[in-house]
């Protein structure tokens, strides 16, 4: 059986752009796992497991399902301890996790204010409602007051991935030699407002943006490929 | 020949209180090297090596210098590769320029801004009008109004330290089930500010305290000998 994805969808059932769930894409990807993806609207992940299901990336995996892009990557090297790493080892995993938490707590907040209303108006219609009251509730505002817009925040995001940039200087990828779960975690970050602004808002010659193009390129070119957003 | 570590020191000679130090002593104890500290004001670098050595820590074993904590933990660690781990790897190296950035970048600002005054009043006579000088350009405005307080800080920092928190949550050390040099970066940026106020300003239930309280038990308790100046 095909290992299937719960993955967070837009009005144009095609568009993806939740960061989470493109973390798990490309960790499943990495593994050179076949899997087909179910366009989810966020108002409809509560029937995928009711009572338990919240939020996705969600896998099912031979009739099991394993919640939360983290907890899949660490299923998928578990399960897949032959192929590529995702890790490699226990301290990889201490590593990914301090970097899960940078990006949610450093990146996470720019973003959202960069793309929050966009995000709404790219949202399956049938989201709209919920997305605009629980976001309006977490950021204190009206979404039209929120998103200050991309050109606003440029500058902080590019402050803000200063740790990448250093990283990079001395290593090809964050998970140095090869990539690891530890660059997906970032890429999927900007992923997220990749689909939803069209482009990656940084200047060409900053390094985070060219190992970013690297990370289009890997696994087949697989996440080149996904619909975004016009600008 | 005993390595020799020249160590930035205060009035007070025994007064150590260089993150930058503090992390080259810890990844030097990791490997269980001994070693003599060279007690060393700011105004005596440039003596150390004329026309090049500009800061601390630096290493000199068997007569050859080593420059930049970050160098020194290399150098060690491939150098004694029979010995405990500091990196685990070209991934571990990376994970460590990572964290080493992000320390720079987010939690240094904070710790300058707590005890910028108290470092000038705890530096070397001697050293005290470079120190100001140079702070006070680089800050804007004179110590005493670039100094807010550990108590008016304490909550930033907390809030500062939370990837190091959830990485505890799941974790032991930073570096997985074992210290690496990435615990000795963000060990090392707090023992500048335990040295200076005379202890660590977070809760006694918070992760990283107690993560800190095992740091200064490591290495036989090198660290918890340490002389630190009165809160």
Known sequence: MALKLYDLCGQDRDLRFSPYCWRAKMALAHKGLAFETVPTPFT?????????????????????????????????????????????????????????SWAFTSLHPVILRMIVKDIHDAAAEEDRGYFRSS?????????????????????????ALEPVRRTLAGHAW????EPLFVDYIVFGT??????????????????????????????????????????
Do not use: Y
């Open 190 to 231: 900007l992923m997220w407002l990749t689909a939803i602004h069209g482009r990656l808002p940084l200047e060409p010659g900053d390094a985070v943006a060219s190992w970013f193009e690297r990370c289009l390129d890997l696994n087949g070119g697989f996440a080149r490929q996904a619909p975004r957003r016009a600008a």
């Open 174 to 177: 964050l998970g140095g030699p």
């Open 135 to 159: 976001r309006e509730t977490r950021l204190g505002r009206p979404l039209e007051e929120a998103q200050q817009g991309v050109a606003a925040l440029a500058g902080d995001l590019a402050k």
């Open 44 to 100: 409809r992940i509560k029937e995928i497991e009711p009572g338990r299901a919240k939020s996705v990336p969600i896998l099912e995996d031979e009739g099991g399902r394993v919640h939360d892009s983290f907890e899949i990557a660490l299923h998928l090297e578990a399960t897949w301890l032959d192929r590529p790493p995702l890790f490699g080892g226990e301290a990889g995993v201490a590593a990914a996790r301090f970097v899960e």
